[in-house]
């Protein structure tokens, strides 16, 4: 645990884990509905999906939309974005 205490506390670290993961995606994406520019991007785990390095979400303030971001394998990119498509509803909840 003396790393740990290093690099702050709990609340601290888990704080450091969020930046550095938001830190991957892009500043912004464009909603796939209305072109409207996306900040609020919600990163998604990839643990034990392989061939998929980034995934993540945001939801659009101005038509309620979901616009989700995936990198990675073509394949795998393609069946995610299927399979995303297929278990939420256009509001981002699932169906």
Known sequence: MGQAKSRGNQAQRIEQA???DRAKFPAS???NSCQADLTEIVPMNTRGQPGLWLA?????PACDSTTWVLEGEPDVVAATAATLQAQFAKDGMPD
């Open 18 to 20: 969020r930046v550095r």
């Open 29 to 31: 994406v464009k909603c």
């Open 56 to 60: 993540g979400g945001a939801i659009c």
